[in-house]
């Protein structure tokens, strides 16, 4: 499009001597270039123009100009319509318009009397745009006829019409005049033909005086990539200019009147390149993320002041900020990390260039032009290198940091803020505390000169509230101050021991110093009480010497010992080091102290929500230059000194949160204490979790971070979960219990002594245990929850854990609890566990410990063996320094009270240790004498009465192997079986007598066979029983083929592919059943957990889960510690027991990364892969492919993103799970046609070197065919060839060729062999006019059906065939034929809807017979049955007798596929068959794969959004047969969610998707299927599994009585002890039933 240049007269003289005179204008004739002189006269076009229309806008052209401009000027056809714009400029004057558009008529007939056809149609598109005329513009650009009468003017017109489509014709001007005029329709039409060029996707209407732009212009240009709107006037964008424009590319807006953009400009999503210079922005609208595609930006010559907040640009790499009104760089600039160009030229407003700027690593262009810069230094601006280099290392020069973090702890009214207050040098304030809270404040202190100043972040935790929430504030580079008032005497600082125990939990590394306040109000009469208070602190201190660093005690006053506090203080951070460094003057990366700034400035700080998720967190963090491996060292550095909070806890991702404000946070957590005193009863300490959606509706807490809050809560023992309905705020309970409840006479009462003391957490962690207990020891509670679950996904309820067994309503009237300790009782137990020190009946003088009174009947047996499970529990996993230094148990001893004391009525009755009671039981003893001070007093007490969990009373007495039996089955070396006991056989390993001697390792026996005896499930391995007291053994019931290393590795057994997925599913169940039972696992770790019964496909249950050494029941908060296992463990595990203070805690989800670990053992046949780190383990390549993919799904390192068990047993049991094997992408556009095989066994018959077998496919378009080879077993590509022949016809292997028609030209046919050993042509025969349309090999022949309906036989032979020596022909049919079939000793022939029976060997019919209805089409053939199918159009398939010929039955689709999809029935069509081992693939035109069965829909998958190409059958080792389908439009088959699913879609399968499956037999599709629609219920129980075996006629008896070999695996358990092994056939029915 031709534009006008700036020709406008500066110095405002008249505009008509500027206009170009005809003389001096044109070029003289003499040179004879006329083509020159064109050129000449459009310049001078352009520059009238030009002049014009500036003197125009300027209001400089007088009526006499333009009447001189306008009659007799050469011009003067292109001044007429300039005359026209100037008077619609000025309304006022009608005598100018009127002569205006009076001279348009005298120019047009001017032009045409001088055959200026280009002038004539300039003026005639002005005409239309004056007069309003749509249609004259269509007519002018050739878009309707001309109808005008006479001949000449109809000439005419054609000749203007041409001139115009050869783009002799500037139309910007006629644009102007209709915008002039606001004739929009013309306008419109005028836009729309205006510098269009729709192939390039371009629009070109600058200098069109657009002034706004219409929606409607915008939807003509839809389409447009690049589109040009310079230089015209516009004022304002529409706000849906971004639906318009979606595909635009480059946007050009400059020179133009804009004072804002709408912010849709900015996220337009392929937006690359933006031009806004030279408007009048002033502020730029505040878009979160611009385009990401946006590259570059001018925002150059504008009025800005500022860019918004903090928007992402991740492919900014340009940007223009000169000649604005900036005062300071933007701290968004420094974010635009991708930036390698920034001009900042002309901002003079700039002073300062901000360190942030080092963080732009790619900049590599820096314009600072014209600028007054203080820093950079002028010299170091003046180089460009330079200054970047300056910046760089400015910005990553390490700085010597001094900061610390201080925080202020104590009980309410101990003058805490006083404290800060005179610390700081301020005048406290008196004023009472109400609320509490957290306060922050920042305070600097040099103590004299030549010291560094040390940068203090004062925490000051204020409240009654403030010791249920301070240990979420602490963290390790941190002084404590803990106040206390000394006025209170000795009992203040006992109150100081639940925060020093709390320190030494949560941060053990922490320096403390005891500060007694009030030092100054000590009373007259006892003036050293201040020093006697302080020397009692002193001596605390050092008690937990060992477990702090407490560095001084000081007392300060009113007035007094602010200066020694101060000095003192800064001592303490002068001194501190973490790990032997010291921590003042520690060398900091400058970005970790930018990211600090970045957060400290981060607007969102103060608000409702101030936390961000880790993804802002890394975006601030990329802004401050801190790389991704350094985040955690920087995220660790900047919540010690107290910049953000964040905590390393992956559950429920609270590690992806990062809190900005503590302030805020602590406010949240008191606001949800204070609720809980206030609203649902401070004596009970119960909040139910549907009730903390009111917390959420207040402005403290999003919804979506519900689970987090709560994970938040119980890390730090705020709030601990009982099940999945109450939380137990132990910060409201009383302190107290009551005096008496019920008689102690007839109970066991139980000692549990630590050597250090407990923590309040201790018992508040144990108490909510307790109550998650009671209500399964209750037999007269519901077992059903009468509180409805809420769903957390939608505000105003959450669900806190998966599912609780023993989600029940206790009532209160039982059951009475207290800050360290409860009791319960109803009609058959009674029980009463609490904390010795603060007991009426046990405190000690020194004696920490848990006192445990129950009723002494079966039921107050199992209560004792629970309740001591619990405390062990809690003792060796979540607090193991209650131990001292000992280790394993040991510093933690058990006591039992005698019973025949307190039935006498003694009153100190003897304690027995309950180890000397365990070797005693191992010599079979079954009493003990009592150890009363008096001798002639003492008594035999029964061990059943003293420790009856050392008995195993908590399992049934059916469950107890007689040790008689164990014994003479060692002896003898052989089965034995007896009336009362089962058959075992034996295999031990002795340990000696440290197990009689070992309480810890006796529990951990105690543990496995406590929760064998509760679990009973077809999937894991039954519990037979247990032999005591001296054997210690755990029978279990026998594997037949032992272990699955065993059959895997040692002795390299095969596996079906289904039964190798079904075990993978029998394995979710069993775990699935634990987990719903809150057992975890720890496993399976290695094949050796997983025991094996069958192996064959037709059975059902193939493996059970064992080993359950390491097993545990889950508490609520889940778990902390493992004791038996030390590798392969999931990394929260790991991380749970090497983190120090605080631990994490990790749930169920542990046991399916080692799930996921066995999978990957089970695909590579090794044992031994825990030492590699999960997420690098590479995917094994195998023939599954969808296991790796699982396997690499649950090990996530992160929980809550691996699969649930239910997901695993949905997915394994689908059928195309278990059936995919490989999957190939197509490169190109080619069009699959047809496929072949060539088998090992063909290599082999022909004399070639055996080989693996292959599929060759071969695709083609108009220019050519692409024959791939894939190798049959792995997809992978082996070879190709490209051939210029195209439409493929058909495909046989005959000998060591492979024959392929080809259609070519004229429908002449070709016919390539390709050797087989080569890959490459070796002969051609042209069939000339008879193009083949199907191929048969039979004995030495090649049978080819032709277009013609000939057929006609070739022989095989690769000499005869370079003769091209046609043995024999015969014409069957006037039509094509559709295929040739050998059928035993005959040839079918297939034409419409016949079949020809023709001999081989004369080509002679020899029959025929024909459809009832429809054509034929294609015939494969099936054992006894041959199938046809007319490929494309036919909606069902057809079975005829090979023995016979005659038809035998329809199978028709519609039927099958209404219930499978919603496609319309003309969809519903056969594309592809091929036969399978019993079975019939069929492929339709829907993208589905369906197995049939004669006329059985076995089983269907839907693998492909577009038609099934092909289907090809490739027989396999053993009998089997692999499948090949292609097609294009890839579709994940399994049903559900598959995040690690490899996706193959766009460029990377553009020639469609080659998939290779495992094909079955009838019988095992059948039981697949079954299982597949069954895969939710089926594994649920004993009973599920049995009517599933029946219903799908399952050959195993895995679970029944049936007759064996006898032979039994024992395995050893981890933990020392003895599993023996009894073989299932031979278990007794009342045992098996017992268990399950």
């Known amino acids: 499009m031709e534009t006008a240049s700036d020709g406008c007269n500066s110095d405002g003289a008249s505009v008509v001597s500027a206009i170009p005179n005809q003389e001096t204008s044109l070029p003289s004739d003499s040179r004879g270039h006329q083509k020159a002189a064109s050129l000449e006269r459009r310049s001078s076009k352009r520059n009238l123009f030009a002049t014009l229309w500036k003197a125009s806008d300027q209001n400089r052209v007088s009526q006499p100009e333009l009447e001189a401009v306008a009659l007799p000027s050469l011009c003067f056809p292109d001044c007429v319509p300039q005359a026209v714009v100037v008077s619609v400029r000025a309304p006022s004057d009608r005598s100018l318009i009127a002569a205006a558009i009076g001279a348009l008529d005298e120019a047009l007939s001017r032009a045409k009397r001088d055959s200026r056809h280009s002038d004539g149609a300039l003026l005639a598109l002005t005409k239309a745009a004056v007069s309003n005329d749509p249609a004259l513009v269509c ?20 000749r203007l019409q041409a001139a115009i489509l050869q783009g002799e014709v500037c139309t910007v001007l006629p644009v102007r005049v209709a915008r002039r005029y606001a004739h929009s329709t013309v306008a419109g039409e005028l836009l729309a033909r205006t510098g269009i060029n729709r192939a390039r996707g371009h629009v070109d209407w600058q200098e069109t005086e657009l002034i706004y732009v219409d929606d409607w212009c915008l939807h003509k240009v839809h389409w447009v990539k690049t589109l040009n709107v310079a230089h015209c006037r516009i004022e304002l964008l529409p706000q849906q200019i971004a639906s318009h424009l979606k595909q635009v590319v480059k946007l050009e807006l400059q020179f133009n009147q804009l004072e804002g953009i709408p912010g849709c400009l900015l996220e337009l999503p392929c937006l690359n390149e933006l031009n806004l210079s030279h408007n009048k922005l002033r502020d730029i609208p505040p878009v979160p993320l611009w385009s ?3 590259t570059t930006l001018d925002l150059s010559h504008n009025d800005l002041t500022n860019l918004p907040g903090d928007p992402k640009a991740t492919s900014l790499h340009t940007l223009n900020l000169s000649h604005n009104q900036l005062t300071s760089l933007p701290p968004c600039v420094c974010g635009f990390l991708a930036l390698t160009t920034l ?20 900049l590599a262009k820096l314009e600072l032009g014209d600028m007054d810069l203080e820093d950079p230094p002028k010299k170091v601006v003046a180089t460009q290198g330079e200054c970047l280099q300056y910046l760089r290392s400015k910005f990553l020069a390490p700085k010597p940091c001094y900061q610390m973090k201080v925080l202020v702890l104590g009980d309410s009214g101990r003058g805490k803020s006083t404290l800060v207050a005179r610390l700081q040098g301020k005048t406290p304030h008196s004023s009472k505390v109400t609320g509490g809270g957290l306060e922050v404040t920042s305070w600097e202190y040099k103590p004299a000169l030549g010291k560094k100043a040390i940068h203090f972040l004062i925490w000051n935790l204020k409240g009654e509230k403030s010791i249920a929430v301070h240990q979420c504030f ?16 000795s009992a203040e600082v006992k109150g100081l021991r639940p925060w020093l125990d709390s320190l030494a939990l949560h941060a053990p590394a922490s320096c403390v110093l005891l500060i007694g306040t009030h030092q100054d109000k000590v009373p007259p009469d006892s003036p050293n009480m201040a020093d006697t208070v302080l020397q009692m602190a002193a001596r605390l201190g050092n008690e937990y010497s060992t477990r702090l660093c407490i560095m001084e005690v000081l007392g300060v006053g009113l007035k007094t010992g602010g200066e020694e506090l101060r000095n003192t203080l800064y001592g303490c951070a002068e001194e501190y080091s973490v790990r032997g460094v010291a921590v003042m003057g520690e060398a900091v990366p400058s970005k970790y102290l930018q990211l600090g700034k970045l957060i400290q400035s981060d607007p969102r700080k103060g608000e409702r929500c101030p936390v961000i998720e880790e993804e802002e967190f890394v975006a601030l963090a990329s802004r401050a230059g801190v790389e991704e491996h350094e985040l955690m060292d920087a995220t660790h550095f900047l919540v010690s000194v107290g910049t953000v909070l964040h905590y390393d806890d992956p559950n429920c991702r609270l590690d992806r949160l990062y809190f900005l404000d503590p302030c805020w946070l602590c406010d949240a957590i008191l606001k949800m204490v204070a609720d809980c005193e206030a609203n649902y009863s401070a004596s009970k300490g119960l909040m139910n979790t549907s009730h903390i959606s009111v917390l959420f509706e207040a402005e403290k807490f999003p919804w979506k971070y519900f689970r987090q809050f709560l994970v938040f809560l119980d890390k730090f023992d705020i709030a601990l979960p009982i099940d999945s309905q109450r939380l137990l705020i132990p910060s409201v309970l009383v302190g107290e219990g009551p005096v008496d409840l019920f008689g102690m006479r007839e109970c066991y009462v139980r000692y549990i002594l630590f050597d250090a003391q407990v923590t309040l957490s201790f018992w508040s962690r144990l108490l909510a245990m307790l109550l998650h207990l009671v209500p399964e020891i209750s037999t007269e509670l519901p077992t059903t929850n009468p509180n409805p679950p809420i769903d957390v996904a939608q505000e105003g309820g959450g669900r806190l854990v998966t599912k609780a067994t023993m989600d029940v309503e206790v009532p209160l009237k039982h059951l009475v609890y207290w800050r360290t300790g409860m009791a319960y009782w109803n009609a058959k137990v009674t029980m009463r566990v609490e904390s010795m020190a603060g007991s009426q009946y046990f405190s000690r003088e020194g004696k920490e410990g848990v006192a445990i009174t129950v009723s002494r009947n079966g039921a107050g047996e199992r209560v004792l063996c629970q309740v001591v499970d619990l405390v062990m529990t809690l003792a060796n996993d979540w607090y193991p320094f209650v131990q001292g230094r000992a280790r394993r148990g040991k510093g933690i001893h058990h006591l039992a009270v005698c019973s025949r004391c307190m039935e006498l009525n003694r009153p100190l009755p003897y304690e027995f240790n309950v180890v000397e ?47 008689a039996d164990v014994e003479g089955v060692a002896h003898s070396k052989r089965h034995v079986s007896t009336r009362d006991t089962p058959l075992l056989d034996w295999r031990r390993r002795r340990w000696g007598s440290d197990l009689y001697g070992d309480y810890h390792l006796f529990t951990e026996f105690r543990r496995e066979a406590t929760l064998l005896h509760r679990c009973g499930h077809p999937c894991l391995q039954g519990f037979v029983g247990v032999s005591t007291p001296r054997l210690m053994t755990i029978v279990v019931e026998s594997a037949p083929l032992g272990t699955l290393e065993t059959c895997l590795v040692v002795r390299q057994r095969e596996v079906h592919r289904v ?51 390491a097993a545990m029941r889950l508490t609520c908060s889940g778990m902390r510690k493992v004791h038996a296992i030390k590798e392969g463990l999931a990394p929260e595990v790991g991380q749970a027991m090497s983190s120090k203070g605080c631990n994490s805690t990790y749930q169920s989800s542990s046991d399916i990364f080692q799930l996921g670990t066995v999978i990957y053992q089970m695909l590579i046949r090794k044992c031994k892969i825990t030492q590699l780190k999960p997420t690098r383990v590479p995917l094994p390549d195998t023939s599954c492919y969808y296991l790796p993919l699982l396997a690499q799904w649950c090990h996530q390192k992160n929980p809550a993103q691996r699969p649930s068990t239910s997901d695993i047993m949905d997915r394994v049991s689908q059928a195309s799970f278990q059936s995919l094997v490989q999957l190939q992408p197509l490169l190109g556009d080619l069009v699959m046609r047809r496929a072949c095989v060539v088998t090992s066994a063909h290599f082999s018959s022909v004399g070639l070197p055996s080989c693996d077998s292959e599929f060759w496919v071969f695709s083609d378009s108009n220019v050519g065919t692409a024959i791939d080879m894939y190798h049959a077993r792995s997809l992978a590509k082996v070879g190709g060839v490209f051939v210029k022949e195209s439409c493929v016809q058909s495909v046989c292997v005959c000998r060591e060729h492979i024959w392929v028609a080809f259609r070519g030209t004229s429908h002449r046919g070709v016919i390539n062999l390709y050797a087989i050993n080569g890959r490459s042509l070796a002969h051609t025969i042209d069939v000339g006019g008879d193009g083949v349309t199907c191929m048969v090999p039979y004995k030495e022949a090649v049978y080819c059906g032709t277009l013609n309906g000939c057929c006609l036989a070739f022989s095989e032979r690769a000499r005869e065939v370079a003769k091209d020596t046609r043995r024999r022909s015969n014409c069957v049919s006037e039509v094509p034929l559709d295929c040739i079939l050998v059928v035993g000793e005959q ?18 019919v020899e029959g025929y017979v024909s459809r009832v209805a429809g054509f034929v089409g294609t015939l494969v053939l099936s054992s006894d049955l041959v199938w046809s199918a007319y490929l494309g159009w036919g909606c069902g398939l057809s079975a005829w007798s090979a023995e016979k010929g005659v038809h035998m039955h329809e199978v028709t689709l519609q039927q099958h596929l209404r219930g499978i999809t919603t496609c319309c029935e003309q969809d519903m069509v056969v594309t592809a068959m091929a036969p399978v081992l019993d079975t019939m693939w069929v492929g339709t035109a829907t993208g589905h794969v369906l197995i049939f069965h004669c006329r059985e829909l076995l089983m269907w998958f839907h693998p492909y959004q577009k038609h099934v190409s092909l289907l090809l059958c490739c027989p396999s080792e053993g009998g089997g047969a692999m499948v090949v389908s292609g097609g294009r439009g890839w579709l994940n088959p399994v049903k559900g969610e598959f995040p690690t699913y490899r996706v193959l879609e766009g460029p990377q399968a553009s020639g469609g998707v080659l998939a290779l499956w495992d ?18 219920t089926f594994l649920k129980n004993w009973s599920s599994v049995s009517d599933l075996i029946g219903l799908g006629k399952f050959k195993d008896g895995t679970w029944r009585a049936e007759e064996s070999d006898g032979v039994g695996v024992a395995t050893a358990s981890s933990n020392g002890l003895n599993d023996v092994v009894v073989p299932q056939d031979h278990v007794e029915p009342t045992a098996l039933g017992a268990s399950r």
């Open 343 to 362: 001009t900042l030229s002309a901002n003079r407003g700039i002073r300062t260039l901000p360190l942030e700027m080092g963080a732009l690593a790619r």
């Open 474 to 489: 602490l963290t390790e580079r941190c002084v404590c101050l803990l106040v206390f008032d000394i006025t209170r005497g």
């Open 1059 to 1109: 039964v190798l997925h079904r075990m993978v599913a029998q394995m979710a169940a069993g775990l699935l059943y634990l987990h719903d039972n809150r057992i975890i696992l720890h496993g399976p770790r290695t094949l050796n957990d997983i025991v094996v019964w069958s192996l064959e496909p037709d059975c059902l249950c193939h493996c059970k889960l064992s080993n359950f050494s």
């Open 292 to 294: 990401p595609a946006l």
């Open 1559 to 1576: 094909a079955l037999d009838a019988a095992t599709c059948r039981q697949v299927w079954l299982v597949q629609e069954s895969s939710g």
């Open 139 to 158: 007519k002018c650009f050739g878009e309707t006829k001309c109808v005008h009468a006479d001949e000449e003017e109809r000439g005419y017109f054609t």
């Open 917 to 963: 009671c365990l070797s005693l039981i191992s010599m079979s003893r079954g009493s003990i004498e009592c150890g009363y001070n008096k001798p002639s007093e003492n008594h035999m007490t029964p061990l059943v009465d003293l420790v009856p969990e050392l008995l195993l009373k908590d399992i049934d007495a059916r469950f107890v192997v007689s040790e």
């Open 1387 to 1404: 040839l079918w022939v297939t034409h419409a809807d016949l079949i020809h029976f023709l001999n081989p060997d004369t080509l002679e």
